[in-house]
């Protein structure tokens, strides 16, 4: 019955979130003003949802729509993550785990702003706390959000050795060269056996 | 059907479930809203639990709004799809907030000025029946909650098509007829007890919510709202039922 307008309320919800996160960006308004207009789709597999995503001066307007838009990206949700590097892009599309229809410049925009949010968070603390305050719980908070960059890093590093080296479940890059290696030599002989045989084939006909 | 053969004869029509002589309809629809103006915002919240947002934006969302286009928000009211286009149609574009109730009229411009939307907004008391606008004006209409006030409604959607540019689209949002037999038992006891009662509580108005669940009920099912549509002249004219039918979202193209 509330089928046609969850959407709506995702929408909504990304909405409230957003823009007062853009608006405790000083910088974020002007860089804005280098979108104006543009608007971008993101379709993610799996979910049936199309979300358009339009830039004006005093914010990012959601919607979610199937009309024409300056560019439209279908992604799977696990390389959302690595869509923020634009030297992953080729790859992506490569894998067919990227699909961009469109003008490529508005998605590197709207990439390059989010990027570059960067929501004072102290100024708009101080307001409730007090300067005092509100400039140890930002410093807190950074602290925080570094230790728990630092921390995934760390644990995505010891995974990568943990399964290469100590329990062998994945090889090193090495090892899967040299495999491939071994596996296009043995491709190789394996079709000139099969030249050889199919040349032999009509003799040992002809002989019996 | 037309909007004389579901109303009955030429010199009367429905107001809820009265019948009034139709010039006597505008004043007295105008009585309801003058009365119900200041408290809209808050019984439209009450009444539908805050759902109505929701179904507004859905109607953006089939709008298909971009920027800079021009949009004519018809009884705009208070002004909430007024300032959901805005937003979107930005600097470049315009929205014009029509209502033909200056009460209503006036409490949606202080509405959007408290928001911060001034720029690209202009207001504009009108009837829909004859909308004094230009040809071929508008990329979008939309009319939410406010058709089945209307006296001629054949009239007013004539108007709408005159004033749409052409590959513009028209989109109506009105209550609508439930699809589900359980649910209609239901909405009629909301309507005719809750509503007058909510009306009587919060806005000391019970006759204008009784008037409120009257006029739903005297409103175009889906199907003739939508062949009353095609005769006004709109091409691929289709309908999405909201919550169970108890809003209907229509949609019309002018090719």
Known sequence: ????????????????????????????????????????????????LRLVLTAQPNGIWLNSHQEAVDCSVETEFSALQQLSDPSQLTRLIRENKLQIDGDLQTLQQFSQFFQQLNPDWQERLSALLGDAVAHKAARAIVALQQGIRNYLQQADQTMQELAQDELRLTPVAAEVQQFSREVSTLAGRTELLQRQLAGLLPQLQASS | MSEQQHSGNQDSTHFGFKTVARDDKVSLVANVFHSVAAKYDVMNDLMSLGIHRLWKRFTIDCSGVRPGQKVLDLAGGTGDLTALFSRRVGPTGQVVLADINESMLNVGKDKLRDLGLVNNISYVQANAEALPFADNSFDIITIAFGLRNVTDKDAALRSMFRVLKPGGRLLVLEFSKPTEAWLSKVYDVYSFKLLPAMGQLVANDRESYQYLAESIRMHPDQETLKQMMEQAGFSETSYHNLTGGIVALHRGYKF
């Open chain 1, 1 to 48: 019955m509330l089928k046609l307008l969850w959407p709506g309320l995702l929408c909504t919800l990304g909405e409230k979130v957003l823009n007062p996160l853009i608006s405790m960006d000083p910088d974020a308004l002007m860089r804005l003003q280098r979108l104006q207009g543009k608007q971008l789709a993101v379709c993610l597999r799996g979910i049936d």
